[in-house]
C-alpha cells in the first residue's frame, strides 16, 4: 500500500467534486487523492470484512449508512472497502490482537472526522462552538455514524424531529413541553442555533433582532409602525431600539412558555 503525502486542502473532499468520485479514498498519485488514510504504527489496512467476526452487529448495521461505501486502491488495483477503517485506522494489528491500544477511536479524537470534513474544522473554530474540540463531547453524540443517515441520527420522521431529540439528550430545559410552544421549534433547533458553532453568543444563526426578522418582519407603510402580532413595537415603549427581542420583559421565553402565550415569562 502506498501512502501519499498530504495534498493542499484545494484537492480535499467535499470541494464540490462528483459524489462517486468523492467516495473513492485514492490512494494512487492522482489529483483525485483526497485524503491521507490514518496511520496506525505497524499495521496495514485489511477491509472492513475482517471486523465483521467479532463487531458483527456494527458491521451488519453499517449497510445503509451514510459512510458505508468508503473505498481504497489497494497495491494489486483491486477496490477495497474500508468503511470501518476510515475512521478507525488500518486495523491488522488490532484484528490480531482485540485490544484498544492498536485502534483508534474517534469519540475521542475528532481530528479524525476532521480530516475529511474541513469545513467542520472551520465552524468549530468560530467563537461560540459545542466544546468539541476542548474534548467534552464528541461528534457522534450528534452524528450516528454506524447507521443510517449521519445528519438523522434518530432516524425519525423528520429530521427536525429528530435532531430536537438529538440535542434533548443534553439539554431538556429548552426542549421540554411547553404550554405555549414558539412553533419554529418544528423546525427545529437549528432555526435559529448552528450547533457546529457562529459568531455569536449561544451559537445563533444571526444577531439581535435580526433572528426573528427571518420569519417576523412585517414592514409597516404609514407612520414608521412596526406591527408584530398586532402591536405596534415601534410605538411609545419603542421596544424594537431597546435591544434584542428576548430583553428582560420582552421575548425572554424564547423556546417556549408555560404562562404567556407571547413567549414573555
Ligand atoms: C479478534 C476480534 C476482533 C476483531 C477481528 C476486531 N476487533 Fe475491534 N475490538 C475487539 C475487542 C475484544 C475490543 C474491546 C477491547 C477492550 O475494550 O479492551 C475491540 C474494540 C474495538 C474498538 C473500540 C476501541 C476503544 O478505544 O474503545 C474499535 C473502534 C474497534 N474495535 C474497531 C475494529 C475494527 C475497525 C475492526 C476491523 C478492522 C476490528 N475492530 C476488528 C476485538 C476485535
Ligand atoms: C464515520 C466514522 C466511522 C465509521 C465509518 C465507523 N466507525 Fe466505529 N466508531 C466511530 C465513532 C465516532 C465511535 C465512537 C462512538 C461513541 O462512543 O460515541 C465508534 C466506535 C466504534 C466501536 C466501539 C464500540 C462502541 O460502540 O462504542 C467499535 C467496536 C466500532 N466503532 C467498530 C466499527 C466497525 C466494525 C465499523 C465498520 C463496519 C465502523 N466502526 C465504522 C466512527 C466510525
Ligand atoms: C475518509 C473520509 C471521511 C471520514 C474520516 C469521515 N467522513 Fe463523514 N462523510 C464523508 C463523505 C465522503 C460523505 C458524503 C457521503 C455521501 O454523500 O454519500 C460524508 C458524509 C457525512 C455526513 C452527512 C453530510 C450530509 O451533508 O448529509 C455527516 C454528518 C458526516 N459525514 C459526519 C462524520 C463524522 C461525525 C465523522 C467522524 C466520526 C466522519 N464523518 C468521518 C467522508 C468522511
Ligand atoms: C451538538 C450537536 C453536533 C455536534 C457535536 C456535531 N454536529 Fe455535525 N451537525 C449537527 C446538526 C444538527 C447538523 C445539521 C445542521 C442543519 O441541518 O442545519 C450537522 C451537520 C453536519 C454535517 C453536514 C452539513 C455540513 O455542515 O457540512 C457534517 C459533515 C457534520 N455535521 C460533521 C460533524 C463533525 C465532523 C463533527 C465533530 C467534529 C460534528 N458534526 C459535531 C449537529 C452536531
Ligand atoms: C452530548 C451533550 C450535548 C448535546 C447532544 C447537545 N449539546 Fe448543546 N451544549 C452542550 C455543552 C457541554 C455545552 C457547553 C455548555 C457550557 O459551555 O457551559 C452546550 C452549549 C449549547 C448552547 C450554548 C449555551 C450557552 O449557555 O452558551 C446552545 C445554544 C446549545 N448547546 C444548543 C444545542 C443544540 C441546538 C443541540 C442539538 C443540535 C445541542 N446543543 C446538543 C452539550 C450538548
Ligand atoms: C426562535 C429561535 C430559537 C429556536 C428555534 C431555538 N432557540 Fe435556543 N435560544 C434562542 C435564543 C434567542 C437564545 C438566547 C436566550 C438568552 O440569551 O436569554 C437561546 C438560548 C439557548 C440556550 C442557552 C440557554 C438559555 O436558555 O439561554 C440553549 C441551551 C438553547 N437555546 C438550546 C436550544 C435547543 C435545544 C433548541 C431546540 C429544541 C433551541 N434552542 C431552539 C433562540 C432559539
Ligand atoms: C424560522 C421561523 C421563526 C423564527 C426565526 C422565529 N419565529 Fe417566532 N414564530 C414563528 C411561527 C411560525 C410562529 C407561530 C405563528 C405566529 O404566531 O405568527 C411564531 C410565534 C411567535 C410568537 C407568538 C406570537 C403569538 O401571537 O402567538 C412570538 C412572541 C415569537 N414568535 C417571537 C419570536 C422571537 C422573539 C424570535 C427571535 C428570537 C422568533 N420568534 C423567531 C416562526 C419563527
Same mark, same amino acid.
Given at each position: 500500500m502506498r501512502l501519499l503525502p498530504r495534498f493542499s486542502r484545494r484537492t480535499?473532499?467535499?470541494?464540490?467534486?462528483?459524489a462517486w468520485a468523492v467516495l473513492t479514498v485514492s490512494?494512487?498519485?492522482? @489529483?483525485?487523492?483526497?485524503v491521507m488514510p490514518l496511520q496506525i504504527p505497524g499495521a496495514t489496512i485489511v477491509g472492513s470484512?475482517?471486523?465483521?467476526?467479532?463487531?458483527g452487529s456494527i458491521t451488519s448495521g453499517m449497510? @445503509?449508512?451514510?459512510?458505508?461505501?468508503l473505498m481504497l486502491r489497494d497495491d494489486a488495483g483491486q477496490m477495497k472497502n474500508v468503511s470501518c477503517e476510515?475512521?478507525?485506522?488500518?486495523g491488522s494489528l488490532h484484528a490480531k490482537a482485540?485490544?484498544?491500544?492498536?485502534i483508534i477511536n474517534p469519540?475521542?479524537?475528532?481530528d479524525t472526522c476532521l480530516q475529511c470534513h474541513t469545513n467542520t474544522r472551520s465552524e468549530f473554530s468560530? #467563537?461560540?462552538?459545542?466544546?468539541v474540540l476542548a474534548g467534552k463531547i464528541g461528534c457522534s453524540d450528534c452524528h450516528? #455514524?454506524?447507521?443510517?443517515?449521519a445528519n438523522n #441520527?434518530?432516524?425519525?420522521?423528520?429530521l427536525a424531529a429528530s435532531t430536537n431529540a438529538t440535542c434533548a439528550k443534553c439539554h431538556p430545559a429548552q426542549t421540554s413541553h411547553f404550554?405555549?410552544?414558539?412553533?419554529v421549534m418544528r423546525e427545529g433547533c437549528v432555526a435559529c442555533h448552528a450547533p457546529h458553532g457562529t459568531v455569536n453568543d449561544k451559537m445563533?444563526?444571526?444577531?439581535?433582532a435580526s433572528l426573528c426578522y427571518q420569519c417576523h418582519f412585517q414592514p409597516q407603510a404609514s407612520n414608521n409602525q412596526i406591527f408584530h402580532g398586532g402591536f405596534n413595537?415601534?410605538?411609545?415603549?419603542?421596544?424594537? #431600539?431597546?435591544?434584542?427581542?428576548?430583553n428582560a420583559g420582552c421575548h425572554e421565553a424564547v423556546h417556549g412558555s408555560n404562562v404567556n402565550s407571547n413567549l414573555r415569562y
Open positions: 480535499l473532499l467535499l470541494g464540490g467534486l462528483a490512494c494512487t498519485l492522482t @489529483d483525485r487523492a483526497i470484512g475482517a471486523c465483521t467476526k467479532c463487531h449497510h @445503509d449508512a451514510t459512510h458505508a461505501r476510515s475512521c478507525h485506522g488500518p482485540g485490544t484498544r491500544a492498536t469519540k475521542v479524537k475528532p468560530l #467563537p461560540h462552538t459545542h466544546p450516528n #455514524p454506524h447507521q443510517g443517515d #441520527p434518530g432516524g425519525a420522521r423528520t404550554v405555549f410552544t414558539h412553533e445563533l444563526k444571526s444577531r439581535g413595537h415601534a410605538g411609545g415603549q419603542a421596544n424594537i #431600539p431597546a435591544g434584542t427581542c428576548w
